[in-house]
Nanobody, 114 residues
Framework: QLQFVESGGGLVQPGGSLRLSCVASGSIFSRFAMAWYRQAPGKQREWVATLTKTNITNYAASVRGRFTISTDNAKNTVFLQMNSLKPEDTAVYYC????????WGQGTQVTVSS
């Protein structure tokens, strides 16, 4: 079954850190670039970061220098290390391939608030 399962979100104060995890189906993880996306309340889902099969990373300008995408190939898992979090990072975070498949996981809520 093709799926994405995200975890690791939570409530954190501004300036704090979180590490998100996403386990993807092996048939997806082994063949496609992986990426993180997020959707803030009342806004459209947006792309956050990508890691290609050749280990090239790319980040949205709003998170560059603060977020790091990485993978554990043995566990079909993609991570998003988020540092120096800001209130505007509050969103539901999703992983998917890049470009995306037409299905999504449940996401994981990240709330940055004092």
């Amino acid at each position: 079954q093709l799926q994405f399962v995200e975890s690791g979100g939570g409530l954190v104060q501004p300036g704090g850190s979180l590490r998100l995890s996403c386990v993807a189906s092996g048939s997806i993880f082994s063949r496609f670039a992986m990426a993180w996306y997020r959707q803030a309340p009342g806004k459209q889902r947006e792309w956050v970061a990508t890691l290609t099969k050749t280990n090239i990373t790319n980040y949205a300008a709003s998170v560059r220098g603060r977020f790091t995408i990485s993978t554990d190939n043995a566990k079909n898992t993609v991570f998003l290390q988020m540092n120096s979090l800001k209130p505007e990072d509050t969103a539901v975070y999703y992983c998917n391939a890049f470009p995306t498949f037409n299905f999504w996981g449940q996401g994981t809520q990240v709330t940055v608030s004092s």
